[in-house]
Nanobody, 122 residues
Framework: EVQLAESGGDSVQVGGSLRVSCEMS????????WGWFRQVSGGEREGVAA???????NYADSVKGRFTISQDNARNTLYLEMSLLKPEDTAMYFC????????????????WGQGTQVTVSS
């Protein structure tokens, strides 16, 4: 069973930066896709960024140029570096994973964690 544990969520001011992390265990595929999606309470899931085992990345238009996704395969850890944060970035951020390759809708994952809250205030 794939397990994902997010950490690093915090309250930051507009324009600030934050890094969230995700540790994965239990993945049995040698190649996989993993990434981040976010959700505001009662709202739709929104894909943020994803990366596959070959290092190919996808970003939502709303975060391009501000967020960077990276992975440390030796530590089975995924990172999301967020900068120039805006109030609309406030959400619960979830780490997701999918065996083999990213789905055609890259923000759609078969496994996800409990989430970590990011709050951006002015």
């Amino acid at each position: 069973e794939v397990q994902l544990a997010e950490s690093g969520g915090d309250s930051v001011q507009v324009g600030g930066s934050l890094r969230v992390s995700c540790e994965m265990s239990g993945m049995t595929y040698s190649t996989y896709c993993w990434g981040w999606f976010r959700q505001v309470s009662g709202g739709e899931r929104e894909g943020v960024a994803a990366i596959d085992s070959d290092g190919r990345v996808n970003y939502a238009d709303s975060v391009k140029g501000r967020f960077t996704i990276s992975q440390d395969n030796a530590r089975n850890t995924l990172y999301l570096e967020m900068s120039l944060l805006k109030p609309e970035d406030t959400a619960m951020y979830f780490c997701g994973a999918e065996g083999l390759w990213c789905r055609s809708q890259w923000w759609d994952f078969g496994y996800w964690g409990q989430g970590t809250q990011v709050t951006v205030s002015s």
